[in-house]
């Protein structure tokens, strides 16, 4: 194999700009119709972020802050850019589910158009088309660009700081300052969406900038520095207003321990989520999953949603690094490499390793990477397809990808049985017939090469996707069938040990409970504990619920002097009890719903007001008489 890659001739160039446009937009309307497919059925999906859409037509405030409750109490424990984006939509058209999960799903569509026009500039149109491809049937993908979750919006932001970056390392001195500003700019938003996230593409940007992009060495550095100048300013102006703005008049920054976002992004979803503690007492761990480890993206959930071309990605990035082991310091090919190979070893350690909070949906950050490379390195090695090497492995691949799709899809039972046959029975004839110089010398054998091996290689993702799509589901961390394996049995234990039932605490809402608050007149209708409870009050009764102590319980809010206040103010009409939380069902999950402010509370509340049972929950009337 020859060390680099030349770009195609201008003459093919030509040839495939005839069918890359009408490609490019049936490969658009293709995700549309995956994202948008019946996507009401989702219904609120998060209930913890739907809640805060639903409050931002409510309260200008609300929504800036992406706070839980219109009134603006608490927020939630994510930044506010995606609430941002989905609050828009709400006020613009009412909030609903559909006018919820639509900007979600267009944030999957503008993913995959991004992906397809960075990877095209450097590795042409064919690898181009391909790496959208996989992306748009890639199960993590699929199943958050039909949930309210942050997730999409932070990837749509990478992935459109990669295209600028490969624009910037293009462009001319003056062109490629502007690029990289806005990359900088894009990871900043970025960080607004899901914080420390963001910042996982850094390695690999920093190491294309310094290896492919053009002038000297001081040039690349001074670039380097402005894209950081951007960063600082694209997340530092929101840090900047929460700190300036009076803590009175905002809400409290849900998952701090002192009401500030960059604790929030230290601790919280810092140093918690990284170690499994976070300072304050905070638990780690909340979510479940395998332990760390390498083999954690391989098991249970994670495997579903990412592992699909995982193999051959990392076989792709291999084979890649190998032939460009001696290409000049700005080979395109080299720069790809780079690029798509270091943002797919960095976010995959960070997901493996990570010893706190994990769900197996944050590995749609990895999905561009896997679709680029392994896009990528199939286009490559057709290319040179008259070399044994390249055969070889292109067979490999393929041949890997369908075994590793048919054990996948044998862990779900529940799945059409023969679709794993006819992954594994196609990838191997595919393999066969590429690894035979004869059988690409014809027409028919190239037709049975490509077609074979696409069936062999995305078969297995494809039916996932599609799975997912035709079902409704409560959980963005199980798309697909259920997988039943050791592994999986272990996570779901772990997660069963979390909250479930009543008040909406991970649970359904009773109808009586919803036709109570909605006769309240107060600011709040009711308070209880943790404001995932609160978030599914809200939604099924169209009413503010104050979710005592944020996400998790932990949160230092209110203080028992605060809350006593707000109901001698008349701001606050009952108290409800989570039957999870009345039962002491949440012991488990290192003392979630008991935090320091929900215990004093909530004795204070049993001690002076009487409860009565209303569909199965406690509730307390907090404008009654006083004990």
């Known amino acids: 194999m020859t060390a ?74 994510k930044p ?66 039909r949930f309210d979750d942050p997730d999409p919006m932070l990837t749509f932001l990478l992935v459109a700081a990669a295209y600028t970056l490969v624009r910037a390392v293009d462009a001319g001195t003056r062109a490629a300052t502007a690029w990289m500003v806005a990359t900088g700019l894009l990871i900043g938003l970025g960080f607004l969406a899901k914080m420390g996230v963001a910042l996982l593409v850094l390695p690999a940007f920093t190491v294309v900038v310094l290896v492919a992009a053009s002038g000297s060495w001081a040039r690349r550095v001074g670039q380097l520095l402005l894209g950081g100048v951007g960063i600082v300013v694209g997340a530092g102006w929101f840090l900047a207003l929460v700190a300036l703005w009076p803590a009175s008049q905002r809400p409290w920054i849900g998952g701090s321990d002192d009401d500030s976002l960059l604790q929030l992004a230290v601790g919280y979803n810092g140093l918690s989520r990284l170690q499994g503690h976070g300072g304050g007492g905070r638990p780690g761990g909340f979510g479940g999953g395998d332990a760390a480890g390498l083999s954690r993206l391989f098991g249970g959930q994670f495997a579903g ?35 798509w190979g270091g943002w797919l070893l960095v976010s995959g350690a960070v997901f493996s390793f990570m010893a706190g909070t994990v769900h197996s949906y944050y590995t749609i950050v990895m999905a561009p990477a896997v679709a680029a490379l392994v896009a990528i390195g199939a286009h490559v090695g057709w290319q040179r397809r008259e070399t044994t090497g390249a055969r070889v492995l292109l067979a490999v691949g393929v041949l890997l990808t369908a075994a590793w799709s048919f054990v996948l899809l044998d862990r779900a039972p529940t799945f059409v049985p023969w679709v794993r046959w006819l992954v594994l029975v196609a990838g191997l004839v595919a393999a066969v017939v590429l690894l035979l110089p004869t059988g690409l010398a014809r027409r028919g054998g190239v037709v049975a090469a490509v077609t074979l091996g696409l069936v062999g290689a995305l078969g297995g993702t494809t039916a996932w996707a599609v799975d997912t799509v035709v079902k409704p589901h409560t959980s963005a961390d199980s798309p697909g069938p259920t997988v039943h394996d050791a592994r999986s049995d272990r996570a779901a234990a772990a997660r069963h040990g979390a909250p479930g039932g009543g008040a909406g605490f991970g649970g359904r809402t009773d109808p009586q409970v919803a036709a109570l608050l909605r006769t309240a007149t107060t600011q709040w209708s009711a308070a209880t504990p943790t404001t995932m409870a609160a978030s599914s009050l809200e939604l099924a009764s169209g009413t503010s619920v104050m979710g005592l102590g944020g996400f998790s319980g932990n949160d230092p809010t209110p203080t028992l002097a605060a809350f006593e206040s707000d109901v001698d103010h008349g701001l606050i009409r009952y108290y409800v009890v989570p039957t999870a939380l009345e039962h002491g069902d949440v012991s488990r999950q290192g003392g979630f719903g008991r935090g320091k402010a929900i215990a004093p509370i909530q004795q204070w509340v049993t001690s002076h007001y009487a409860g009565r049972q209303v569909g199965g929950e406690t509730v307390y009337d907090l404008t009654g008489s006083r004990h």
């Open 4 to 77: 680099t890659l030349a770009r195609p001739a201008e003459p093919t160039r030509r040839r495939e700009r005839t069918w890359f446009r009408p490609a490019f937009a049936g490969l658009l309307v293709l995700t549309a119709l995956i994202d948008l497919w019946d996507l009401g059925a989702q219904g609120d999906a998060n209930p913890f972020y739907a809640a805060a859409v639903q409050a931002s037509t409510r309260n200008p405030v609300a929504w800036l802050f992406a706070a839980v409750d219109a009134p603006g109490f608490i927020t939630v424990d």
């Open 80 to 145: 506010p850019a995606d609430n941002w984006w989905m609050g828009l939509w709400a006020n613009l058209f009412g909030f609903s589910p559909w006018s919820m999960l639509i900007p979600q799903a267009l944030l999957g569509i503008g993913s995959v158009a991004l992906l397809v026009l960075a990877v095209r500039r450097w590795s042409g149109d064919v690898a181009a088309i391909g790496a959208g491809a996989v992306l748009a049937v890639t199960p993590v993908v699929v199943i958050m660009s």
């Open 305 to 339: 949603q990412i592992a699909w071309l995982l193999p051959a990605a990392l076989v792709a990035l291999v084979a890649l690094l190998w032939v460009t082991r001696a290409a000049p310091r700005t080979d395109r090919l080299r720069a790809a490499t780079l690029l």
